[in-house]
């Protein structure tokens, strides 16, 4: 292949990438709601995304829009009779980005409880309601999203016979979630293009699980909270790098490409000083020492892309925090924190095994047959999407 020819697939791949981020670029969508239950009925409060309830009205109207649309979206019901709402909703103080609201709910003498949840079904595909029972003996949190938006109760707060597990909720959110996550997707499609055995892409798939089950854990116990914009823009930084070490591993002669992407870091990392960017210099600095390194180990070894669970590793601990803000603003108990985590990773780990299952030999066919179209063209459409995801979420 020509290099006029692999500046054209460079060029349609980007093309192609940016197209595709416009729906691609984007947060889950969730809520979290948290009942409150006595011998008369039931205290709530909801919290929702700010951009979630401008979905509803614009500027201020996005407020007062949700006051009453969350009392018609999420109800509970007594004996299958709806309970009425007895303190009408208002706002409260919230986290930047967060719209919190309380009412309170008026319900008969029952032996059963239905909390179900409408929320944002329409304007927000995929999104995700995180409810908790926090006055029970054991407090207790169900996801309510999809088909599963109904969670029965018994009078006292606990869990109706037959209800599934908490932790079974949690291992089916990071299934969902890893499927729906498509920059993850997109790091790990750039990751296995240097192909392998069916075993060494489950090892890169592995090395990821590992490094994102470190920093997940961080973040919900609340040990280390970074910036969240900042963990979004180096998650797209993730995909470019990794694309263009693709490239390079195929064709190591190819020796602009390290000193371009160390020169471009340090270019950035100057921005950063200057107070451009919502990524610190220090990480800037951080990175392109990590990626001397790499290159320079890379350069004795006779097979580079063995390694590639090691960079899965590593960038799978900035997407750990990426993760995380699923997780985090549920404001899980206590005495569930274990169990969610993992739940979670363990439904993240089989989501990406299934994917690679189904991806792998359609992979191998297209490696073996046009090697180098395929990590030119594969790496160029990851490279558009990482540098888009990283411009548009650093410097929004």
Known sequence: MTPGHRTANALLGALIGLWAASGAAHERSASYSSWKFDGQGAAVTLIVAQQDAESLGSGAGAADS?????????????????????????????????????????????QSLRIESDLFDDPAAGHLHFATVDDAAAPLQRVLAGTERQWPLSRQGVA?????????????????????????LVFLFALL???????????VVTGFTVGHSITLALAVLNLVRPQAAAVEALIGLSIA?????NVWLHQPSQ???????????????????????????LCWGGLLLFLVCQHRLQQGRSDPAAARW???????LIHGFGFASVLVESELPASRLVQALIG??????????????????????ALERRRAATVHWGSAFCLSLGVFWLVSRNYA
């Open 66 to 110: 949700l006051l009453a649309y969350a009392t018609s979206r999420l109800r509970l019901s007594a004996d299958g009779q709806p309970c009425t709402v007895a303190d009408a909703p208002r706002r409260q103080q919230a986290p930047a980005g967060r719209l919190r609201i309380v009412w309170r709910l008026a319900c008969p003498t029952a």
């Open 160 to 184: 109706a016979a037959g209800a599934p597990s908490s932790g079974r909720d949690f291992v089916a959110l990071g299934f969902e979630h890893i499927l729906t996550g498509y920059d993850h």
């Open 193 to 203: 293009l240097c192909g392998g055995s069916f075993g060494g892409l489950v090892r």
């Open 241 to 245: 790098l990794v694309a263009v070490e």
């Open 255 to 281: 020796r602009h490409l390290p000193v371009s992407t160390w020169t471009g870091l340090s270019a950035l990392g100057l921005m950063a000083l200057f107070g451009l960017g919502k990524i610190a210099a």
């Open 310 to 316: 090691g960079v899965a590793l590593l960038f799978g």
């Open 344 to 365: 979670f990773n363990v439904g993240v780990e089989l989501g990406q095994i299934a994917l690679l299952a189904l991806a792998w030999p359609a992979l191998r066919w």
